[in-house]
């Protein structure tokens, strides 16, 4: 086959290029150092290791609740006290107090209003009544006992001052007052009174010489004597004098009478003269002698019995004094003083069948009170009788 003449021509031209390619690739030699500004490619791990850092997100605020948010600052509201045995806070200064039967809760007497409450843990008090006093002094509504069928009829009895005298009347919610026994002397001071029903069901009523210590020894008077009457009002069948409400004579400012619901023995605190004294009751209201004396006169107020214990609130001496009775009536050793100072003076008492009483202050009488007086405390018995242990 025959070949065009230009298709030569190409061969001829490109044949002295390609042998100059050939030569200049095999003579060719380079260098390995850098020349001039040239710098190699940088090598992973060569030098320091600079490690990337990513930007942090912003930290989202605590849930509230969780354990790293913080405790809010909550401002305690008005009349709440933090210790749990206290029941009832921010009252006017309170008297007698008997222990509601069969449930956690007891009524409490405010002595310059009249009002008598129902108070119980962590509940608000409850305005059972309201009754007309004279709180001048140191009258007012003085003492609470509940009927020894309380259960079935609702009846309170109250030792009360009014304008014209002391007397005891009898209510129930709901009610007006009924007059049980009246024309105790009232006084410009001593008007102090308490009630108890003895294990007979006869209401003792221990009333104050009303300023005047000749009539506590006036046999035709009612002021500074123990009484012992039927619930309705006449004398009590075994009384010395059968037509007579009198038992026993000379009291000063008796500050409780109260019966132990387990042996039926009934005691009597009164501030004398001289000293402060615990005296027994016999089972016809007899009072006996004497079984212990305060020299220092701390100021004896209400008392509570149970299982041979005796509970005595004082004022002055701000505490709970506990005796311990013997099996002949006497007083075994000095008084436990259980939450000295702890509440200030105690007046009213009472005590539950699980032996911790029930006790309410009078700090506002004399100006000394807390932020959440006037209160009701609740007060363990010492360790080993009756309760948990001892406060």
Known sequence: MTRGRGGDWWVRRLAPLAAVAVLA????????????????????????????????????P????????????????????????VVATCLDPTAGLAKLPGEDGALVAERRTGRLLRVAPEKA?????RVPVDGAADGGLLDVALSPSYAQDRLIYLYTTTATD???????????????????????????GSLAFDAKGNLLVATGDAG??????????????????????????????PTSPVVASGLNEPGGVCTDGVTGSSWLTDRGATVDRLRPVSATGAVGEQVWTWPDRPGVAGCAAVQGRVSVAVTT???????????????????????????????????????????????????????????????????????????
């Open 62 to 85: 605590p849930e509230p609740g969780s354990p790293s948010s913080p405790a809010p600052s909550a401002t305690p509201a008005p009349c709440t006290d933090p210790d749990p045995a």
């Open 317 to 391: 001496g701000a505490g709970l004094h506990v005796l311990s009775i013997g099996g002949n009536g006497s007083v075994t050793a000095p008084p436990e003083v259980l939450v000295p100072g702890r509440y200030g003076q105690l007046y009213g008492a009472d005590v539950g069948a699980d032996g911790v009483v029930w006790a309410g202050t009078v700090n506002k009488t004399t100006g000394a009170a807390g932020p959440t007086d006037d209160r009701v405390v609740r007060i363990q018995p010492p360790a080993g009788q009756g309760g948990a242990s001892s406060v």
């Open 166 to 192: 002391n007397r005891v009347v009898r209510i129930a919610v709901g009610d007006s007052p009924k007059p049980v026994l009246v024309g105790i002397p009232k006084g410009p001071l001593h008007n102090a």
């Open 212 to 241: 005047q210590p000749a009539a506590a020894a006036d046999p035709a008077s009612l002021a500074g004597k123990l009484l012992r009457v039927t619930p309705a009002g006449a004398p009590a069948p075994g009384n010395a004098t």
């Open 125 to 129: 008090p409850v305005e059972l009544a």
């Open 25 to 60: 690739t095999g003579c060719a030699q380079f260098d390995d150092q850098p020349a001039g500004d040239f710098r190699p490619n940088p090598t992973l791990g060569a030098g320091p290791e600079v490690t990337p850092q990513l930007p942090t997100p912003p930290t989202a």
